[in-house]
């Protein structure tokens, strides 16, 4: 079982930037492969972005290269994604979540999920 905690979410506005994190426990979370996904009012979830706990692999969406980093800190258990330039087009509930195997930028292929933080930004 891995348990997932985000926070960082806030109220910024558009051009600003905010740090997202990510607490990660439980048995063997390390093999796990991390996303963070957002979820938009009336919109499907979506990727954003995926990191192994290595860091040997990470991957964007499009909508997010170049204004969004995701990283990883093994000592402190914690993924984070740093957001920068954001966009009112940015508002949305991201989740934190961890898979073993599976395509990367789907959300069904995640076992496990963060209970989401809430990320709006002001135009």
């Known amino acids: 079982q891995v348990q997932l905690v985000e926070s960082g979410g806030g109220l910024v506005q558009a051009g600003g930037s905010l740090r997202l994190s990510c607490a990660a426990s439980g048995r063997t979370f390390s093999n796990y492969l991390m996303g963070w996904f957002r979820q938009a009012p009336g919109k499907e979830r979506e990727f954003v972005a995926a990191i192994s706990w290595s860091g040997g692999l990470i991957v964007y969406a499009d909508s997010v290269k170049g204004r969004f980093t995701i990283s990883s800190d093994n000592t402190k258990n914690t993924v984070y994604l740093q957001m920068n330039s954001l966009k009112p087009e940015d508002t949305a509930v991201y989740y934190c979540?961890?898979?073993?195997?599976?395509?990367?930028?789907?959300?069904?292929?995640?076992?496990?999920w963060g209970q989401g933080t809430q990320v709006t930004v002001s135009s």
């Open positions: 979540a961890a898979q073993l195997g599976g395509a990367i930028a789907s959300a069904k292929a995640y076992r496990f």
